[in-house]
């Protein structure tokens, strides 16, 4: 037979990669880009899923965008197939994430949040209104101890329309649905902002957590309490047969895969938690400012957009209609701007505030004191320079390894 295709009867049974020692853990974060309608080639890159994982042994898989109940049923029989015989996926109302959990050991579900801000239709097709997008808490009962995973997913950025003060909410509310957790904690998922912005740091500060994948992207695992980084690395970006003679990128995004070791006593101190304090009040002037801007530029559009009305009807009159209805679209863009989504954006913000003066009241769980420092080299890639796995592949479709915020 093969070598190939030996390692790939392997993986399928579970015994392609070495179980994990139990003083450590292997965990694979990917957003699978299961958009039904939108996605190309999904069913096969669904079924193409749990072999490729199998392929890397991880220990815990936490899969996003896994919209469909049909995609879910078919990953959680694939999965089993391959040695991950324990499967949640959370697509029920009110839980409905797109949030999928593999893993080799038992699980319980801890419960699903719900965020608060992100169901409301601001721009109909930017189409995360239409998702329960929250936290998925799952205990995993793990050899060496069991750990707390947190499955997640954040409003996305759709072009100009960054929706920050919404992912700033979200990442608020999923560190508190971490406060009463006190196991050791893994938090994966798409967060749709990177390290340095606020939301990222608004939920490492808050929760207590250290970043596993500095610089990775938009995907991201934390952790804290008595956990430490062996290593991380981008996976699964390459090109694979999907049958027909298709062949393209599995998804849009890369997988993240971090191997974690308990950590030992007596440890080096991890990197200096950030000081939620701090980073808070950072938060509250950022969103009371925007709250201003929004207010000014929602009059403005008002304004412009009624403006715009009047010289429609004075032109429909003239019967110079391609330019009046050319200035009817230009009005009820502004309009919508000043009177729907503007006010919207203003009470968001305004609830970001309230929460976040709330939050003052409150002491986030002390970070964990030996948690050593992240890796600092560059990344490793599966079979790949860090330079090719940058690049885009355009002859077929396959997107970038490294998205941009917006999924």
């Keep these: 037979m093969p ?11 579970g015994l392609g990669a070495a179980p994990a020692q139990a003083d450590g853990l292997r965990v694979l974060t990917w957003n699978v880009w299961g958009v039904p309608w939108v996605s190309p080639d999904l069913d096969a890159r669904i079924d193409a899923v749990a072999p490729a994982v199998a392929e890397l042994g991880p220990d815990v898989v936490a899969l996003q965008e896994v ?12 999965f089993e197939s391959a040695g991950y ?29 719900a965020f608060s801000q992100g169901g409301v239709p601001l721009v109909p097709w930017h189409v995360d209104w239409m998702a329960d997008k929250g936290v998925a808490r799952v205990r995993v009962d793990a050899p060496g101890g ?6 997640t997913h954040l409003q996305a950025t759709y072009g100009a329309f960054e929706y920050t003060p919404i992912r700033l909410s979200q990442a608020l509310e999923l560190a508190e649905a971490l406060d009463d957790i006190e196991e050791p904690v893994v938090v994966a998922g798409d967060v749709n902002t990177r390290q340095h912005e606020l939301p990222f740091r608004v939920l490492r500060a808050r929760a ?26 981008r996976a699964l970006t390459e090109r694979r047969d999907l049958g ?3 062949r393209r990128a599995l998804s849009d995004h890369p997988a993240l895969f971090v191997e974690l070791d308990r950590a030992e006593p007596g440890a080096a101190p991890g990197s200096a938690p950030l000081d939620w304090d701090r980073v808070r009040e ?4 950022w969103a009371a400012s925007s709250r201003v801007e929004w207010d000014q530029a929602s009059w403005g559009a008002r304004l412009g957009g009624l403006a715009f009305v009047a010289f429609v009807v004075v032109l429909l009159r003239r019967r110079r209609r391609r330019v009046g209805f050319a200035l009817a679209a230009c009005a009820a863009v502004l309009l919508y701007l000043g009177f729907v989504y503007g006010p919207a954006a203003h009470q968001g913000l305004k609830r970001t505030l309230t929460a976040l003066e709330a939050a003052a009241l ?32 355009t002859d077929d479709g396959a997107l970038r390894a490294d998205p941009a915020p917006g999924a």
């Design 85 to 113: 015989p324990h499967t949640l996926h959370f697509v029920e109302p009110g839980r409905r994430g797109g949030l999928f959990v593999a893993s080799r050991h038992p699980l319980r579900d801890l419960g699903y949040v």
């Design 244 to 246: 027909g003679g298709v």
């Design 282 to 285: 950072e938060a509250l002037g």
């Design 362 to 393: 409150q002491t986030p769980p002390p970070p964990p004191s030996r948690d050593p420092e992240p890796p600092a080299a560059s990344p490793q890639t599966d079979g790949a320079s860090p330079q090719a796995a940058l690049t885009t592949d």
């Design 208 to 233: 207590g957590l250290t970043d596993a994948a500095p610089g990775f992207g938009i995907d991201a695992l934390l952790y804290r309490g008595g956990l430490a980084v062996r290593e991380w690395r």
């Design 67 to 78: 919209w469909e109940p049909v995609h879910g049923a078919r990953l959680a029989a694939a």
């Design 146 to 151: 069991a750990f707390v995973l947190a499955n």
């Design 3 to 13: 070598l190939r295709a030996l390692l790939l009867a392997l993986a399928m049974l």
